[in-house]
């Protein structure tokens, strides 16, 4: 398993940015999978979006398709979530997850994942 540490986040205007990263300890990054999670108060983890191992396949929640951006950078074992125009309802910690190999358009439940971070809140003033 790889060990997960997200930073980046914080607290930010309506219609602002952050960009969230997630540092991944060992040598196999990049036969990782990752995604990106979130949870706000009262609510189940739900998905953001997800990258493939080789970052050429990447999939969205349809509530962040052309708001959210994820990358990944294999060379410094990092992914990173940038979120554009942010709302209110974005508001939520953020989760970094790893899965060992490939995934598909429909890996998107917290359990398709085997490696969590421990989280980083966003909070979006209105």
């Known amino acids: 398993q790889v060990q997960l540490v997200e930073s980046g986040g914080g607290l930010v205007q309506a219609g602002g940015s952050l960009r969230l990263s997630c540092a991944a300890s060992?040598?196999?990054?990049?036969?990782?999978?990752m995604g990106w999670f979130r949870q706000a108060p009262g609510k189940e983890r739900e998905f953001v979006a997800a990258?493939?191992?080789?970052?050429?396949?990447?999939y969205y929640a349809d509530s962040v398709k052309g708001q959210f951006t994820i990358s990944r950078d294999n060379a410094k074992n990092t992914v990173y979530l940038q979120m554009n125009s942010l709302k209110p309802e974005d508001t939520a910690v953020y989760y970094c997850?790893?899965?060992?190999?490939?995934?598909?358009?429909?890996?998107?439940?917290?359990?398709?994942?085997?490696?969590w971070g421990q989280g980083t809140q966003v909070t979006v003033s209105s």
């Open positions: 997850a790893a899965e060992f190999g490939v995934i598909g358009r429909s890996s998107n439940r917290p359990t398709d994942f085997g490696s």
């Open positions: 990258i493939s191992w080789g970052g050429l396949s990447t």
């Open positions: 060992g040598r196999t990054f990049s036969s990782y999978a």
